[in-house]
T-cell receptor, first 114, second 111 residues
């Protein structure tokens, strides 16, 4: 597996509390992504980053914010968690070159909002 | 944005038979099509990919075909084995920045 870690791996939180998930990579890849995975929906992009301090929204960005102050770290924040944000969150990285834009996933974070 | 549809949602085959999973996409600008395998409780793993300048790619028992005109691509697994049982996802991308995923196919290989 590519050098990607996510923390925490499991979290239970209450509605209305802020939550931050961390993705850390040791591959020095330029692109980083946050997805959520829900039954029947596959993987949906929340936000992505194409460099330090460069981020953009994905298809399900409402209620989420991100930050990337270093190449290796990409943080996902739920400002005020809701039950609809209960999901499995995956971070991914890629390095788009002329020959490849393969994407590799982290181990995932299971978030439960009660 | 791009819309990727994947069929079937579930697929059962006898060990040794072939399995085919199909995906369609909507944005003709998409030019990169990866396939991922996800075992229960694990992360998605890239198993094969294809670019729009290629019609077919094969890696041992796995092959992917692409029809740009019809905007569809397929995953073919031959001589299936029980360890092929997993959920398979297709995806499409045109910039490499955003990847759009299908909803997944749960493949069961019956021994």
């Amino acid at each position: 597996d590519a050098g990607i870690t996510q923390s925490p791996r499991h979290k239970v939180t209450e509605t209305g509390t802020p939550v931050t998930l961390r993705c850390h990579q040791t591959e020095n890849h330029r692109y980083m992504y946050w997805y959520r995975q829900d039954p029947g929906h596959g993987l949906r992009l929340i936000h992505y980053s194409y460099g330090v301090k460069d981020t953009d929204k994905g298809e399900v960005s409402d209620g989420y914010s991100v930050s990337r102050s270093k190449t290796e770290d990409f943080l996902l924040t739920l400002e005020s968690a809701t039950s609809s944000q209960t999901s499995v969150y995956f971070c991914a990285i890629s390095e788009r070159t002329s020959g490849s834009n393969e994407q590799y996933f982290g181990p995932g974070t299971r978030l439960t909002v009660t | 944005g791009e819309n990727v549809e994947q069929h079937p949602s579930t697929l059962s085959v006898q060990e040794g038979d072939s399995a085919v999973i199909k995906c369609t996409y909507s944005d003709s600008a998409s030019n990169y099509f990866p396939w991922y395998k996800q075992e229960l409780g694990k992360r998605p793993q890239l198993i094969i990919d294809i670019r729009s300048n290629v019609g077919e790619k094969k890696d041992q028992r796995i092959a992917v075909t692409l029809n740009k005109t019809a905007k569809h691509f397929s995953l073919h697994i031959t001589e299936t084995q029980p360890e092929d049982s997993a959920v398979y996802f297709c995806a499409a991308s045109w910039t490499g920045n955003q990847f759009y995923f299908g909803t997944g196919t749960s493949l069961t290989v019956i021994p």
